[in-house]
């Protein structure tokens, strides 16, 4: 079965029992068991309790300097016991201080490590136990280290690999190389798509390990791991699901498994979720062959049917917080439910679909258009910065433009007709956006210079030079309701 616990040990590089025998400021020997350079430790610990199965994790070098010995231990069985019960706990080495208690290592100590295979290292006077735990832990940093500029080199590999023309294939080449084994990408029906590396131990492992991450082959009761591990002789194998819903799965096997390898598998499984995700579906498609056909000249009711709808929304998005990023604007985009999104240094632009109705979203504050068809996307881009700019003016979370299921009064007139006395009437500040947009601000603002200025990103002071300058060149007193009425008229048909 796949192994999907955590495991005893943590994922800190262990250290090599040679390289502490090889301080040489510990002054360590290794007197009995044996020498393989594979043994490892994971931490040290310090105990003079007789039996130290119940203290014990896993993977520690054990220390002790032989108080819990009674006087007749050497006649019975009492090493014997001890050792087997360190080895039964899974410590992996035992460092015996000589002095205080005892001037040698007890014989039968030594001959039970050997019986036993667990390595036994004697600890001269000068070197305390606070010594040996620090040099173990300074080995581990070593390591990690180590590890940590192994996996940085392994993302900036496999970065520039997923942006070669065949991204696919180097992906799975650079992971191949970096955990010395096989990469495997198995397609939604389980076929395998594309490989990379030597080593057949385990390949029909790995494929059967495949489908425990594949989303079509759990019950629909049931929601499948992300990541599954197993072991088969001469082989560490892992599969990771790839995040795109279709079921494509990365498999890896490799003769062994070191920490960084998990993090290393799962940047390229990130990389390759990129590369067989959404943008590669019909829906990412269409969007990409929209986005083409409007770079070449395209109208826009002429693309709109390749995303899927004939209404649109347009929303303006400030975040509450001074900036925003990719990871944020993406977040944001799904939670309107959109990945159309145009990031800028100000604000966010997504392009929704009219029929999922933009609602407020903790932490940004929304400025949404009228329902529009695609011809008409640049008059809802105008208008849901407008509405933006009220909503930051008002402190409301979402503000949206006009009444939605009203036709208003501006539907008595043909557009044609207002337009054209807009123009007219709004003719002495046409050589002014700044006092057009102003005035508009003020008005949708009943007046407010403050909320103005904030709207607008002035000073209040900036504000009444503006409306008394519109005065003066429309020849009109601004603080009368029918003219406000007439101006808000003409300003909302420019």
């Known amino acids: 079965m796949p192994d999907l616990t955590i495991p005893p040990t943590p994922p800190t590089p ?11 400021d ?6 009995a068991g044996p020498t393989d350079p594979d043994i490892v430790i994971h931490w040290a610990h310090t105990s003079e309790m007789p039996d130290p199965y119940p203290y014990l994790l896993g993977g520690e070098l054990l220390l002790t300097a032989g108080v819990h010995i009674p006087e007749a231990a050497g006649s019975g069985t009492y090493f014997a016991d001890y050792v087997s019960r360190i080895v039964e706990a899974g410590g992996v080495a035992l460092g015996f201080g000589v002095a205080p208690v005892h001037d040698t290592v007890p014989r039968a100590l030594v001959a039970a490590c050997d019986h036993y295979d667990l390595p036994l290292l004697e600890v001269p006077p000068p070197t305390p136990f606070s010594r040996v735990a620090r040099a173990v832990w300074q080995l581990m940093a070593q390591a990690r280290l180590a590890e940590l500029r192994r996996v940085t080199e392994a993302q ?16 799975l080449r650079q992971l191949a190389q970096r955990v010395s084994g096989r990469a495997v990408l198995y397609g939604p029906d389980g076929t395998e798509i594309a490989a990379a590396g030597r080593g057949a131990a385990g390949t029909e492992a790995l494929a059967e390990l495949a489908q425990v991450v594949r989303p079509s082959e759990t019950p629909a009761s049931a929601t ?22 279709q079921g494509f799965v990365l498999g890896v096997a490799a003769p062994h498994r070191d920490p960084g390898d998990h993090t290393i598998a799962s940047v390229a499984a990130v990389l390759l979720s990129l590369l067989t995700g959404e943008h590669q579906s019909r829906t990412g ?16 009711e002429e693309v709109a049917p390749l995303l899927g709808t004939d209404r649109w929304v347009v929303v303006h998005a400030a975040p509450d917080t001074p900036v925003s990023d990719p990871v944020a604007a993406s977040a944001l985009g799904a939670a309107l439910g959109s990945a159309l999104i145009d990031l800028t240094p100000e604000v966010v632009r997504v392009l929704v679909p009219a029929d999922r109705e933009p609602g407020p979203q903790p932490g940004w ?10 011809q008409d996307w640049s008059a809802a881009d105008t208008q849901a ?6 909503a930051r003016a008002t402190r409301a979370p979402l503000v949206r433009h006009g009444a939605a299921g009203r036709p208003g009064l501006a539907g008595l007139l043909p557009h044609g007709e207002a337009e054209a006395h807009a123009r ?25 210079w403050d909320r103005t200025a904030v709207a607008l990103a002035v000073h209040r002071n900036t504000v009444r030079q503006r409306i008394a300058r519109c005065a003066a060149l429309l020849d009109a007193d601004l603080d009368d309701p029918d003219v406000r009425m007439e101006l808000w008229f003409g300003l909302r048909h420019l």
């Open 26 to 31: 510990l002054g360590l020997r290794q007197i």
């Open 156 to 171: 900036q590999s496999l970065a520039a690999a997923a942006s070669r023309p065949d991204p696919v294939p180097s992906v």
């Open 424 to 448: 007219t009437l709004l003719a002495p500040l046409a050589a002014s956006p700044a006092l057009t947009e102003t005035l508009r601000t003020w008005l949708s603002l009943h007046g407010s």
């Open 285 to 300: 498609a269409n969007r990409s062959s929209a986005l083409v056909r409007l770079l070449l000249g395209a109208a826009p």
């Open 365 to 374: 504050t929304l400025g949404v258009s009228a329902p529009v068809a695609p």
């Open 224 to 245: 499948p791991p992300a990541s599954a591990t197993d072991t088969v002789p001469g082989a560490h194998l892992a599969a990771y699901a790839l995040g795109t819903g």
């Open 385 to 390: 910065a407008r509405t933006l700019a009220r």
């Open 14 to 24: 262990p250290v090599p029992l040679t390289a502490l025998l090889a301080r040489e």
